[in-house]
């Protein structure tokens, strides 16, 4: 049987998630009498909890408007789940420009059992990632990410002001069809009103965001701003979208490359924003873009698998001298002991 505390706190739980809740709908869910239910109400109230009731049909038990509960609430296993993902958020980068990690991090832990805490540090302070915080990658502030998520929700349209890589500004209309987070960035995915179609851009690069209120300049669909919720196209892929526009970044070599494999085998060990993968009749066509050749046969040589160059030339030299390189290195004798290294 509960112990009555426990069903205090279940009250409360549910009076939060509820707008309004009678006492028989409470007596039912609680597994108590409606006389026990008014006892529990008296002793939330004794501690400070704002509980509130009304009587007639439209009565019931509710908590004041706004009313949450503070985190030293929260039960041992949610207080490990709330911490757990804040260290994991600032290992990837999954964060906003506010320094509030560390300061959420310090009030949770002031609130745990000494035992508990001391536990939790023993698994962070040996806990490894095997993704890790890109160092380079700015954040956006936490008003940016808050502002295009309600957006993306409500179907509105909004008005960015937007610094691109070299640093010209710009003002965009911009319906979010979704936010995405890749590769240590943020970035929103929508339709572009100034070019009329979809495009992406990072979060850490938007000055400001504005509910869209009229028609701006440069606008490509001459459409009014702000004119009511606006529809994103069926089946629209947000995360998918926003890989495969960063693949398709212009970079100095185009790469197709056939890779004897499964399809399935090859989405597993090459993520999307490496490359489009698509089944041939002659194996899994690879096409992507490289800066660098060298990183390309490296990355082609660690999958593991007999492969083709489709395109371009340059790529089978490049290969040629990976592995060259790779030979030299295995002909390597450890030095005798004693002996100066070369």
Known sequence: MPHPAA?????LELLQSSHRLTGTELAARLGVDERTVRRYAETLVDLGIPVTAA??????YRLRPGYRLPPLMLT???AVAVLLGLVAAEQLGLGTAAPATDLAQAKIRRVLPQPLADRLDAVTESLGFSLRRREDAARPATATLLALGAATRAR?????DYRSFGGESSVRDL????LVFHSGRWYVTGLDHRRDEIRTFRLDRIVSVEAGTGTRAGTGSGTKAGSGPFSVPPGFDPVGHVTRSLAGVP??????????????QARRRIPPGVGELAATDDGILLRTRAENLTGMAQLLAGLGWPFTVLRPDELRIAVTGYADTLARYAARRPPVPGSPID
């Open 7 to 11: 069903r205090v706190l279940g009250m």
């Open 251 to 264: 970079y100095r070599w185009e790469v197709e490359v056939l890779l004897e494999t499964e399809l399935e």
């Open 156 to 160: 509105q349209r909004v008005t960015i």
């Open 55 to 60: 009587r007639g049909r439209y009565g019931g």
């Open 175 to 178: 319906d979010p069809y979704g």
């Open 76 to 78: 041992d296993d949610e």
